[in-house]
């Protein structure tokens, strides 16, 4: 997490008052808002406005780059998690992406609860195979979590035998805190409480819903369209704030629909939810059973998919 430069603040009382409070998360600076600040510490509004612009010249340097300089710092700044497939990691550009909220949309038995467990056991991988050596948050909110087949898994992850010599005895399962979840003020209480207090003190990679629509499918009436939006509004940008400020890839499961004029398989949730959402994937199941991963639409990659098959040992292509 990138911290602030202390030396160029030239003001002495002034970096003597950010050391005494221990401002220095840059994310955290330009995330609360100048009330917030002067709550913490003796900060007058032309201290704020000196400690905004430096953290935000820090991330956003003044001066022309060159466009491969700009990919380079992109690359090390948006990581990405393995699912272990090599075909499918490749489709995502390396993996799930770590900024944002992604969507896995798909019909029942389309395979979205495999993908979930399977990132929720390589986040934990180290960095050098894929993951990023933390630990997961599974939310569940239609079904109690699949441990069953979730310790199936493990005997088969990771599968590249120089990283499961790396690994050794470390047990994946240990590192996957689940919760359940039934309504939306209890998703609520948790992403606005106990998981940000959670997230300081644990180094978590991953937080999965599983799923997003199960939550706003029955909590609200006809006539509560416009609670419903602002609660959907409000969740997805708690996750994209728990994202930036923690650094941690958010996976939301989300159901389908079939449009009427079209015919096409849609996600659920509406406009509301899907302006909020930065990747989107889908997974399809045919009439023959046979099943495919989609990358609808991403910031950086064109649209693409491929077959799979969900085995004992998991998702292969």
Not at 2 to 22: F, H, P
Not at 53 to 60: E, F, G, H, Q, R
Not at 170 to 192: E, G, M, P, R
């Amino acid at each position: 997490m990138a911290k602030l430069d202390l030396m160029s603040i030239t003001n002495t009382r002034l970096r003597n008052e950010i050391e005494r409070v221990g401002l220095f998360s840059i994310e955290k600076i330009l995330l609360m808002g100048n009330q917030e600040l002067m709550e913490i510490g003796n900060f007058s509004d032309n201290d704020i406005n000196i400690i905004k612009n430096i953290a935000s010249k820090s991330i956003l340097p003044e001066g022309f780059k060159n466009a491969l300089s700009s990919e380079n710092q992109l690359k090390k700044k948006w990581k990405h998690i393995t699912l272990d497939c090599p075909s499918i990691d490749q489709i995502l550009g390396g993996g799930l992406p770590c900024r944002g909220i992604t969507e896995l949309s798909g019909e029942s038995a389309a395979g979205k609860t495999q993908f979930c467990l399977q990132y929720s056991i390589t986040v934990q991988y180290p960095p050098q195979y894929g993951g990023l050596g933390r630990s997961a948050v599974y939310i569940c909110t239609e079904d109690k979590f699949p441990s069953s087949r979730l310790h199936q898994l493990l005997s088969s992850f990771p599968r590249d035998e120089a990283a499961k010599s790396s690994v050794g005895t470390y047990q994946f399962s240990d590192n996957i805190y689940v919760d359940h979840i039934a309504n939306t003020d209890a998703l609520k209480q948790c992403l606005y409480h106990r998981l940000p207090q959670m997230l300081k003190r644990i180094r978590v990679g991953i937080i999965i819903i599983d799923s997003i629509a199960a939550v706003f499918r029955g909590d609200y009436s006809v006539n509560e369209s416009i609670v419903r939006a602002k609660d959907l509004r409000d969740i997805g940008l708690q996750l994209h704030k728990l994202s930036r400020y923690f650094g941690t890839a958010i996976l939301c499961v989300n159901q389908v629909t079939d449009a009427v004029d079209t015919g096409k398989t849609l996600p659920c949730l509406g406009l509301v939810w899907a302006n909020l959402v930065t990747t989107k994937l889908q997974v399809r199941l045919s009439p023959c059973r046979e099943r495919t991963f989609h990358l609808l639409s991403s910031p950086n990659l064109c649209p693409a998919s491929i077959p799979y098959r969900i085995e004992a040992s998991g998702i292969v292509t």
